[in-house]
């Protein structure tokens, strides 16, 4: 069964960091494009950070510059490394695959962000 399990959300001030991780239960991890996408309340959930299997990473404009998206195929785990954070980013958020697939969406981490 496959699990996306995420974690270090929390609660910080506007300008400070946090650090996601997501460990992945998926087959054959290596080869998967892997994201992280935010939802937050009242709004569709987007995606925020994509890594190819390759290393390539795009990000969303609203946070480019700001967030990197990184990958130990080792671990089976993707990170987000989030600087400068804004009250805006407050969400939850979630790792899947890219395009994400439906049924393996976890319980997310919350990141709210305090003016």
């Known amino acids: 069964q496959v699990q996306l399990v995420e974690s270090g959300g929390g609660l910080v001030q506007a300008g400070g960091s946090l650090r996601l991780s997501c460990v992945a239960s998926?087959?054959?991890?290596?080869?998967?494009?892997m994201g992280w996408y935010r939802q937050a309340h009242g709004k569709q959930r987007e995606l925020v950070a994509g890594i190819t299997s390759g290393g390539r990473t795009n990000y969303a404009d609203s946070v480019k510059g700001r967030f990197t998206i990184s990958r130990d195929n080792a671990k089976n785990t993707v990170y987000l490394q989030m600087n400068s954070l804004k009250p805006e980013d407050t969400a939850v958020y979630y790792c899947?695959?890219?395009?994400?697939?439906?049924?393996?969406w976890g319980q997310g981490t919350q990141v709210t962000v305090s003016s």
């Open positions: 899947n695959e890219v395009p994400g697939v439906w049924a393996y």
């Open positions: 998926v087959s054959r991890f290596s080869i998967k494009a």
